[in-house]
């Protein structure tokens, strides 16, 4: 079955950055889109970014285009969040999945920008 870990969360001042990872397994990483959605205290869960299997299409959320970046290694299963430029309003429990698969997610991890 779908077995999503993701890790790299953590306390950060606003202004600095973070990388959080996420690894697959139980499909053919390799063939899926991955996402990363996010869920702050109190909301809904919200779409943060999207990377196509091979990499050649990335979507961002409007609130962090031009400050995160999302990449793959599907040679490690892979996917990859680079934030940069944090703000509070970051602040929340980021969640890997597979694209298509509203059913399967990570335990999440959490990032916390605050000074």
């Known amino acids: 079955q779908v077995h999503l870990e993701e890790s790299g969360g953590g306390l950060v001042q606003p202004g600095g950055s973070l990388r959080l990872s996420c690894v697959g397994s139980?499909?053919?990483?390799?063939?899926?889109?991955m996402k990363w959605y996010r869920q702050a205290p109190g909301q809904e869960r919200e779409f943060v970014a999207t990377i196509s299997a091979h990499s050649n299409f990335v979507n961002f959320s409007g609130s962090v285009r031009g400050r995160f970046s999302i990449s793959r290694d599907n040679s490690q299963n892979t996917v990859y969040l680079q934030m940069t430029n944090l703000k509070p309003e970051d602040t929340a429990v980021y969640y890997c999945?597979?694209?298509?698969?509203?059913?399967?997610w990570g335990q999440g991890t959490q990032v916390t920008v605050s000074s």
């Open positions: 999945g597979v694209w298509g698969d509203d059913d399967n």
């Open positions: 139980g499909f053919t990483f390799s063939e899926k889109g």
